[in-house]
């Protein structure tokens, strides 16, 4: 193999893997938070999250199916090639809620849990780029 060969090749597959990586790792993040908000009584979800107390159940619950649909949009429409356009708008979806969670926790003074939403905001820009741009997933022909 010449090194132009492997150079030409490695950065894509490379680039492939880590895509599949951070669409897993934010599939799993979002879709847990998302169940945790969705099925945990307000009163302990408040012990883990203060906020969750200070603001209505539906609001709380709203957030949870936000979660919930970003990250179920961020990994099954790749994995199954249906649709897979909605993996780059569920991207988009969770990269403008990181910018939200920023905003809202920063504004209550809350910068110590920030920085799970800069990991979580970077990878979703990764993906959204990624997706949308450099490496996009064929839709399945029927």
Known sequence: MSATTFETTTPGRALRIG?????GLLFFVFTSAGLVKLLTPIPQLAAMMPW????????????????LAGGLGILLP??????????????????VLQVFALIFHVSRGEADVTPLNL????LSVFVLWGRGRKAPIAPRQF
């Open 52 to 67: 969750a107390g200070q603001y209505s159940e539906a609001f709380v619950r709203s957030i949870g199916l936000i979660d």
């Open 19 to 23: 895509l599949w990586a951070a669409q």
């Open 119 to 122: 990991v979580l905001l970077a």
């Open 78 to 95: 790749a994995l199954t090639r249906i649709l897979p356009r909605l993996t780059v708008l569920a991207a988009l979806g969770c990269t």
